[in-house]
Nanobody, 116 residues
Framework: QVQLVESGGGLVQAGGSLRLSCAITEWVRDIYFMGWYRQAPGNERDLVAS???????DYADSVKGRFTISRDNAKNTVCLQMNNLKPEDTSVYFC??????????WGQGTQVTVSS
């Protein structure tokens, strides 16, 4: 059973950086979509950054120019580099994969807190 394990969250001051990692516990060949989402208390879970087949990336307008999603095949991880963090970036961040055939897998989430 493939699992996703996020790490790298924490407390950082505004303007700082964090790098989130999502470890995929088994090699999965048929990944159609990889994404990082975030959810603050009382809010819906929103897509922050995605990486699709062919290396196509997409970002929410609120993080464009500050966040970068990448995949490290050698380490079987998906990363989210977050720079110039703002208090409004405070959320629980989730990694998710979608496989060909439509199966979606979620990680357990990692807390990111940005202080002003």
């Amino acid at each position: 059973q493939v699992q996703l394990v996020e790490s790298g969250g924490g407390l950082v001051q505004a303007g700082g950086s964090l790098r989130l990692s999502c470890a995929i516990t088994e090699w999965v060949r048929d990944i159609y979509f990889m994404g990082w989402y975030r959810q603050a208390p009382g809010n819906e879970r929103d897509l922050v950054a995605s990486l699709s087949t062919g290396g196509i990336t997409d970002y929410a307008d609120s993080v464009k120019g500050r966040f970068t999603i990448s995949r490290d095949n050698a380490k079987n991880t998906v990363c989210l580099q977050m720079n110039n963090l703002k208090p409004e970036d405070t959320s629980v961040y989730f990694c998710s994969l979608v496989l060909y055939g439509g199966r979606r897998i979620w990680g357990q989430g990692t807390q990111v807190t940005v202080s002003s």
